[in-house]
């Protein structure tokens, strides 16, 4: 195959443009200067002036729970408690079940949520609603007694009233523990809305995720997809930190896998989230999930089993951890290769980081969180914002950036997060804290290059160059002029997952 008459950006510094591009099976054959007759019986598609670029990469997404709760209510942009369970109360619900929601954030509400108040509008059906940054967890009365007091647990917290009641909300351990217990979703209903999923993502361009969902069921639902045809993008997976005693036994290192589906990370939280307010300060305030000291054990039982850590940081304390740790145990790491990350990394002492670069540690992070957490942030980091989402500090200092959606937390879009990592707002408002604005070139590179060098394939993806994966994304327009170009056709190893040619 052969594509021409467009921009091909190719994402490689030595050769960045070219007028065609080569197809041979999975893989790129060539640029500029390949003829017809190099390739058997080519198939010449016509770009009449489109954009092709590597495909784009997700490097943070939750891709099961995202694409089950894309059939979920969702309490997305409730201004009020009044709001949010007017929502609750006109939701369709699906005989028999519990009402299962996401997406509320109640730090602007002027009436925090209950159970009392959810009772009113559920009944004694029992409804759980996650909140948009999915640390915690809104509960009714009828969902409460489900626990039967298994509420209070390490790592977790239990909001309560003056009577020393559970008030309905749960955050982080307490959360999550009291979700796989109670909120149980079956393989079948995940597979069946991946399947979705896929078509979604396909259409916006992805053809590689970096899948945050770190339980071991994941992998087994990635690999009925596959098993049956249905998988269209690159998966690199990460797994629970907890059972990697287990996967060093069976022999299960990172890279672990086929072409499109393999193990990548241990998964690791040092702390809360900026929302539920429990991202871990350096002021004392927020949850402390991992200590220093164990996420330095983690590491050095990870290296030892081929496995880098990926490892949730918020607050400025958990990331000052999380790098004292990833440093303390350098030798253990480094010498294998292992590229370690932190996920987030959303307020950052400024002594801090100069240290990603200086350590080989990459920073993870979701370009659309600045401007959609601004508001929080304003309110509950007052005078810490100018050291908060500082990308382009990151970027300065060297650091290697991978850019993600974090989704369903964003919307898994990669062309939106490039917009909001160059524009630093995503409405009509100002741009929020502008000095920490990265640059097109860097918002792609952080959603192409960077991706593929953390899953070790930087010589087999991210760029469209001859022995590259034939991964790519065609667009309208070039978003080097034009932030606004969209997607018009998906390319996974040389095959087409969405809208293949001829366009009009």
């Known amino acids: 195959m052969i594509l021409e008459n467009g921009l091909i950006r190719t994402m490689d510094a030595q050769v960045p443009t070219q007028r065609a591009l080569a197809i041979a099976g999975e893989r790129v054959a060539g640029g500029i200067g390949v003829h017809e007759t190099a390739l ?10 489109r954009v092709v670029l590597p495909g784009l990469n997700d490097a943070h997404v939750h891709f099961p729970t995202w694409a089950v709760a894309r059939d979920e209510l969702s309490l997305e942009g409730c201004t009020s408690l009044a709001e949010a369970l007017d929502r609750v109360a006109r939701a369709e619900r699906r005989p028999g079940s519990a009402i299962r929601g996401f997406g509320w954030r109640s730090g602007d509400w002027s009436e925090q949520p209950t159970r009392e108040r959810l009772d009113e509008v559920t009944g004694s059906r029992p409804a759980a609603l996650l909140a948009k940054d999915y640390h915690s967890l809104w509960l009714n009365s009828a969902a409460l007694a489900l626990a039967d007091g298994e509420l209070d647990v390490p790592g977790g917290v239990v909001e309560r009233d003056v009577r020393g009641e559970p008030t309905g909300i749960l955050r982080e351990e307490s959360a999550w523990q009291f979700k796989g217990r109670h909120l149980t979703i079956a393989d079948d209903e995940y597979v069946e ?25 994941a992998l087994r639902l990635w690999q009925r997809l596959e098993a049956s045809g249905s998988l269209t993008l690159r998966v690199w997976q990460s797994l629970p930190a907890e059972h990697v005693t287990e996967l060093a036994a069976l022999g299960i290192r990172s890279g672990f896998g086929s072409a499109l589906l393999r193990v990548g990370y241990l998964k690791v939280f040092m702390d809360g989230t900026l929302g539920s307010q429990t991202a871990l300060l350096l002021d004392g305030s927020g949850v402390q999930i991992t200590s220093g000291d164990e996420l330095a054990e983690i590491v050095r039982a990870g290296a030892a089993a081929g496995l880098p850590v990926a490892v949730h940081a918020i607050g400025d304390r958990a990331n000052r951890d999380a790098l004292d740790a990833l440093e303390a145990t350098r030798s253990a790491w480094q010498p294998l290769g292992l590229r370690p990350r932190i996920e987030h990394a959303q307020l950052l002492a400024p002594e801090d980081v100069g240290r990603f670069a200086a350590l080989g540690v990459a920073a993870s992070v979701q370009f659309s969180h600045a401007p959609s957490d601004r508001d929080l942030a304003d309110r509950f980091w007052a005078g810490k914002t100018e050291h908060a ?23 898994l879009d990669p062309l939106a997060g490039v917009r909001a990592g160059v524009q630093r707002t995503i409405d009509d408002r100002e741009a929020w804290h502008p000095e920490q604005a990265v640059t097109v070139q860097q918002a792609f590179e952080a959603t192409t290059l960077a991706p593929a060098w953390l899953a070790g394939d930087e010589r087999r993806r991210g760029k469209l160059l001859p022995g590259y994966a034939a991964d790519l994304v065609v667009l309208d327009r070039d978003p080097w002029d034009d932030l606004d170009a969209q997607v018009v056709a998906t390319m996974v190893a040389g095959r087409w997952v969405h809208n293949p040619p001829p366009w009009g």
């Open 40 to 49: 058997a019986s080519p198939d010449v598609v016509d770009l009449r002036g």
């Open 193 to 217: 809305a991946m399947r979705r999923g896929l078509k979604v993502a396909a259409s916006r361009g992805v053809t590689a995720v970096h899948d945050k969902d770190g339980w071991l069921g």
């Open 389 to 411: 989402y500082a990308y382009r500090t990151l970027f300065d200092s060297g650091a290697v950036l991978a850019n993600g959606s974090d989704a369903p937390i964003e919307e």
